[in-house]
T-cell receptor, first 115, second 112 residues
Framework: GAGVSQSPSNKVTEKGKDVELRCDPISGHTALYWYRQSLGQGLEFLIYFQGNSAPDKSGLPSDRFSAERTGGSVSTLTIQRTQQEDSAVYLC?????????????FGDGTRLSIL | GESVGLHLPTLSVQEGDNSIINCAYSNSASDYFIWYKQESGKGPQFIIDIRSNMDKRQGQRVTVLLNKTVKHLSLQIAATQPGDSAVYFCAENLLGTYKYIFGTGTRLKVLA
């Protein structure tokens, strides 16, 4: 498709399990962002990629969170030993370039529920 | 679907009326602004953007106004339709950086 694709759309898992969330950005977009959106909250920045490198990981909530991007395209966000407070919608966005001269385009997110 | 916020400010308008949604942005160094629409269970959808060298930009049924003096952004929707019901939020980008700051959003309800 032409848009940002995220999978799975929904994920329910038990506390303590690891989860992997996938993002396929728009083809040719060099910048990729991960955000978290909780009920009643705005978008919380997690990490961004320029190509395959992630210059700023400061938004990751803890060392249980990690992300990688390969081939300047697909990105995965991994949460280890999930906790109930990790329950949220995880959104991925991509843009043509990193700085604010092109809008970010979002996927529909992965709704993560930790039991 | 997923609700993006249970306690968001809500704007209720009659179908066919015009809507105005406001946003106060935080940083005077921001130079690029975006309005997004988010429907339940969906990701934010780009509506319109504006750069700081402009004070008004129009799209199809939408107009964005930027007042840099008071750091205020507004989105005007003409002839509001039921399909416009969603949460709307603004985003600001700091000049030359990757960082976007998102507002918490306003829920627009269109009454038939």
């Amino acid at each position: 498709g032409a848009g940002v694709s995220q999978s799975p759309s929904n994920k329910v898992t038990e506390k303590g399990k690891d989860v992997e969330l996938r993002c396929d950005p728009i083809s040719g977009h060099t910048a990729l962002y991960w955000y978290r959106q909780s009920l009643g909250q705005g978008l919380e920045f997690l990490i961004y990629f320029q190509g395959n490198s992630a210059p700023d990981k400061s938004g990751l909530p803890s060392d249980r969170f990690s992300a990688e991007r390969t081939g300047g395209s697909v990105s995965t966000l991994t949460i280890q030993r999930t906790q109930q407070e990790d329950s949220a919608v995880y959104l991925c966005a991509s843009s043509l370039i990193l700085t604010g001269v092109q809008p970010q385009h979002f996927g529909d997110g992965t709704r993560l529920s930790i039991l | 679907g997923e609700s993006v916020g249970l306690h968001l400010p809500t704007l209720s308008v009659q179908e066919g009326d015009n809507s105005i949604i406001n946003c106060a942005y935080s940083n005077s160094a921001s130079d690029y602004f975006i309005w997004y629409k988010q429907e339940s269970g969906k990701g934010p959808q780009f509506i319109i953007d504006i750069r700081s060298n402009m004070d008004k930009r129009q799209g199809q049924r939408v107009t964005v106004l930027l007042n840099k003096t008071v750091k205020h952004l507004s989105l005007q929707i003409a002839a509001t339709q039921p399909g416009d019901s969603a949460v709307y939020f603004c985003a600001e980008n700091l000049l030359g950086t990757y960082k976007y700051i998102f507002g918490t959003g306003t829920r627009l309800k269109v009454l038939a």
